[in-house]
T-cell receptor, first 117, second 113 residues
Framework: EAGVTQFPSHSVIEKGQTVTLRCDPI?????LYWYRRVMGKEIKFLLH????????ESGMPNNRFLAERTGGTYSTLKVQPAELEDSGVYFC???????????????FGPGTRLTVL | AQSVTQLGSHVSVSEGALVLLRCNYS??????LFWYVQYPNQGLQLLLK??????LVKGINGFEAEFKKSETSFHLTKPSAHMSDAAEYFC???????????FGKGTRLSVIA
């Protein structure tokens, strides 16, 4: 079974440019999460999709970040325009939706390292 | 709000020695607790998790952790370190399954031959 995949693995852009990160969850996983790790800090939650709906986007830093999940499959995270402080590693994770216990593990992708110059 | 604290950003042990990575959580209710490991150039891999039931949890690669509610701790141990254990380890908590994880800052483990 294929794991969570993310593309690209590394992106270097100039301040003010736009970048789109993609995440393909494990097939059949309804839950999809985005997290970010800024250098030297902890991994922090950005948002959570259940199928195509945003369940929780309380961690999104500002309106320069836009996340979508078309048809409840893959997800994209667009940063427009990028700022220096957006640099970090962006992780995607997915999990099953196992009512009623909801104890399923979040499986993580390898991350996308974003560098904004 | 939930928080997770990992004591020590870097731990160094000799090969064959005990590994002890510390994790404390702050939560109004007993959370679900996880340890993830990240090897170089790879994603986070689940080592073990505590949800309910037995407080001593065994994971992969010989690791285990014990949930101690009275100490709000979930320390990770392995009796004998191996060179292949060198990685970064993350403790995380959530209020329930399928809710966002709150992570500690991570502990980088070095194993010395």
């Amino acid at each position: 079974e294929a794991g969570v995949t993310q593309f690209p693995s590394h992106s270097v852009i100039e301040k003010g440019q736009t970048v789109t990160l993609r995440c393909d969850p494990i097939s059949g996983h309804d839950n999809l999460y985005w997290y970010r790790r800024v250098m030297g800090k902890e991994i922090k939650f950005l948002l959570h999709f259940v199928k195509e709906s945003k369940q929780d986007e309380s961690g999104m830093p500002n309106n320069r970040f836009l996340a979508e999940r078309t048809g409840g499959t893959y997800s994209t995270l667009k940063v427009q325009p990028a700022e220096l402080e957006d640099s970090g590693v962006y992780f995607c994770a997915s999990s099953l939706d196992s009512y009623p216990s909801y104890t399923d593990t979040q499986y993580f992708g390898p991350g996308t390292r974003l560098t904004v110059l | 709000a939930q928080s997770v604290t990992q004591l020590g950003s870097h731990v160094s042990v000799s090969e064959g020695a005990l590994v002890l990575l510390r994790c404390n959580y702050s939560s109004s209710v007993p959370p679900y607790l996880f340890w993830y490991v990240q090897y170089p150039n790879q994603g986070l891999q689940l080592l073990l998790k505590y949800t309910t039931g037995a407080t001593l949890v065994k994971g992969i690669n010989g690791f285990e952790a014990e949930f101690k509610k009275s100490e709000t701790s979930f320390h990770l141990t392995k009796p004998s370190a191996h060179m292949s254990d060198a990685a970064e380890y993350f403790c995380a908590a959530s209020l329930s399954g399928n809710t966002p994880l709150v992570f500690g800052k991570g502990t980088r483990l070095s194993v010395i031959a």
